[in-house]
């Protein structure tokens, strides 16, 4: 029994130490550094001034909303997705190809985000892949720019975050009864009833835990909207960037960032109350 607690202990501490000296620390040091500002003497003092800012300047609260609109429209996209590859994989596909079908979607991120952001560039730009294709095919008379734009910035951002959703969906697929589709299409169902009867109910959890991981990676993702978006993508991590690096504005960066925290966990609290899931069952 001295043995067992001896164990339990030995892993229990690393993962105290390890939440509170690398999550809880810096957050409530981020928390007291957002609400310090330099008075008129340049002394630094107790202060709103920097959530202040943030709501009288428009460029700033366009911005965050703006980013998590955004990051809500990169979810559902990957989820919409994500369900039917996943359930391809899992329920269609020979059990012997799963496995290699399911390797193929690792396979891209096996390397840096950064290099598969690259890869999408050589892909989208000007003088890129696609357009050299088009143009040779006749579709376009001259290349265009795919890039920095809406629409490829969140096209990538997708991309980026489909594994993230795909794999708790296979794990949630696997435990799906093949039975009680079989069932479902004997007794008439017709597909329509089946997806949204049998498969999406069974398949919450999964849809759950893969949206909080791919939103939260979203909402603070900073390289594919500066390099894909370009310099009009106008996302919030950026602008928490510029205050800490460009402006050595410390404070009001800690502001933003943990603005940045506040919405990500009402959003995601929002979500679970919507569809009635439990955070405790989600992450299991």
Do not use: C
């Not at 607690?5 to 501490?13: E, M």
């Not at 810096?26 to 959530?51: F, T």
């Not at 370009?230 to 950026?238: C, D, P, Q, R, V």
């Not at 966990?265 to 955070?279: D, E, G, S, V, Y």
């Amino acid at each position: 029994m001295k043995h067992a607690k001896l164990g339990f202990y030995i892993f229990l501490i690393p993962v105290v130490l390890w939440l509170f000296l690398l999550i809880v620390i810096p957050h409530i040091d981020l928390l007291i550094m957002s609400l310090r500002a330099e008075n008129d003497l340049g002394e630094l003092v107790w202060s709103l001034q920097n959530y202040k800012n943030f709501f009288t300047e428009p460029i700033y609260w366009v911005t965050f909303v703006r980013t998590a609109v955004y990051s809500i429209l990169v979810t559902i996209i990957t989820a919409i997705i994500a369900l039917p590859v996943s359930f391809f994989i899992t329920k269609v596909v020979n059990p012997r190809f799963s496995n290699f079908l399911s390797i193929l979607l690792l396979m891209p991120f096996w390397v840096s985000e950064l290099v598969r952001v690259y890869g999408w560039m050589i892909l989208l730009r000007e003088s890129g892949v696609i357009n050299h294709f088009l143009v040779k095919l006749g579709i376009l008379n001259r290349p265009i720019e795919f890039l920095y734009n809406d629409i490829s910035m969140i096209m990538v951002l997708v991309y980026t975050s489909m594994l993230f959703m795909v794999v708790p969906l296979i794990s949630v697929m696997e435990s799906l009864d093949d039975h009680l589709i079989e069932a479902a299409y004997d007794l008439g169902a017709s597909t329509k009833d089946i997806v949204f009867k049998i498969i999406i109910p069974h398949a919450k959890p999964g849809l759950t835990s893969g949206s909080i991981v791919v939103f939260m990676l979203t909402l603070g993702n900073y390289l594919t909207p500066n390099l894909i978006g370009g310099k009009n993508s106008l996302w919030f991590t950026e602008q928490i960037y510029t205050q800490f690096i460009a402006s050595f504005n410390w404070n009001q960066g800690a502001a933003f960032g943990f603005l940045l925290l506040i919405l990500s966990t009402l959003i995601i609290w929002i979500a679970l109350k919507i569809t009635r899931q439990n955070l405790s069952k989600v992450v299991q």
